[in-house]
């Protein structure tokens, strides 16, 4: 099992800048990917990055440039940097891992989401 906590949410003026955390415990070996979604009221949860153990990176095509995703293996933590926020990037973001469990088959977690709010 894998276990996330995310941290780094809150609110922001348009134009500001915020980094949130998501910090992995447990079977954290088995991790061979992360990333980070996103869910505005009414909508569906969006992928925005994700980060392998090799540190590919791959970003939702809107997303690209002002979202940044990186990790500290050995804190066990990945990152997210937005820019520049706008009010549209008002959301829950949720981090996801996912990894192999002792059978080698493939799971996910979920952490519980922290708010990001964009208003003046």
């Known amino acids: 099992q894998v276990q996330l906590v995310e941290s780094g949410g809150g609110l922001v003026q348009p134009g500001g800048s915020l980094r949130l955390s998501c910090a992995a415990s447990g079977f954290t070996s088995s991790i061979y990917a992360m990333g980070w979604f996103r869910q505005a009221p009414g909508k569906q949860r969006d992928l925005v990055a994700e980060?392998?153990?090799?540190?590919?990176?791959h970003y939702a095509d809107s997303k690209k440039g002002r979202f940044t995703i990186s990790r500290d293996n050995a804190k066990n933590t990945v990152y997210l940097q937005i820019n520049n926020l706008e009010p549209e990037d008002t959301a829950v973001y949720y981090c996801n891992a996912r990894y192999y469990n002792i059978l080698g088959s493939t799971r996910e977690s979920w952490g519980q989401g922290t708010q990001v709010t964009v208003s003046s």
């Open positions: 980060i392998t153990t090799g540190d590919s990176t």
